[in-house]
């Protein structure tokens, strides 16, 4: 049973481009939730989705913006990107129970 | 903002049981208590969870006191490859807000 799988593993990026993260939730899954995580800090949560649509979101900028498809899977796309949104971003899936975490892409903007 | 603080670092000899403590002082009566960690570059693990009865998997012990207002998280034999960030998390389960939300964690040098 794959596990939550993210791609790409790494990508670069220029200011003002735009980009798109991909992730396949655990098998069973129903809820996809993206996190960003800075270099030395915790995982910050974006949104989540569940049934396709947002269902919470935290306190990022709509250039954030994500869709769930009917088969779970979810993309997360950051338009007009910043040298601040370099990190690791993070997909995790859920159910009812615990959610489990991809291996993340590791944005890089220059 | 996390609702739990938690160490910046701690050491432990290889072999010997690592104990992890989180303080969760406003945590409410349908929070549970979470554990995740983080090897270097990797996506969070999760470890164990608990209510307010002590938990054990093939991973960690969880004890939570009886106030439920802290928590240790204890590795009994620790490993080289259990170095880690480790992660206390307050999370309602169930409903719509089942997001996990992180403080900065406690860094776990296992050593040798």
């Known amino acids: 049973d794959a596990g939550v799988t993210q791609s790409p593993t790494h990508l670069i990026k220029t200011r003002g481009q735009q980009v798109t993260l991909r992730c396949s939730p655990k098998?069973?899954?129903?809820?996809v939730s993206w996190y960003q995580q800075a270099l030395g800090q915790g995982p910050q949560f974006i949104f989540q989705?569940?049934?396709?649509?947002?269902?919470q979101r935290g306190n990022f900028p709509d250039r954030f913006s994500g869709h769930q498809f009917p088969n779970y899977s979810s993309e997360l796309n950051v338009n007009a990107l910043l040298l601040g949104d370099s990190a690791l971003y993070l997909c995790?899936?859920?159910?009812?129970?615990?959610?489990?975490f991809g291996q993340g892409t590791r944005l890089t903007v220059v | 903002d996390a609702k739990t603080t938690q160490p910046p670092s701690m050491d432990c000899a290889e072999g010997r049981a690592a104990n992890l403590p989180c303080n969760h002082s406003?945590?409410?009566?349908?929070?549970?208590v979470y554990w995740y960690r983080q090897i270097h570059s990797q996506g969070p693990q999760y470890i164990i969870h608990?209510?307010?009865n002590n938990e054990t998997n093939e991973m960690a012990s969880l004890i939570i006191t009886e106030d439920r207002k802290s928590s240790t998280l204890i590795l009994p034999h620790a490993t080289l490859r259990d170095t880690a960030v480790y992660y206390c998390i307050v999370r309602v389960v169930g409903g719509a807000t089942n997001k996990l939300i992180f403080g900065t964690g406690t860094l776990l040098a296992v050593q040798p």
């Open positions: 406003t945590i409410s009566g349908n929070e549970y």
């Open positions: 608990g209510l307010k």
């Open positions: 995790a899936s859920s159910s009812t129970g615990e959610a489990f």
């Open positions: 098998s069973g899954h129903d809820t």
């Open positions: 989705y569940y049934e396709e649509e947002e269902r």
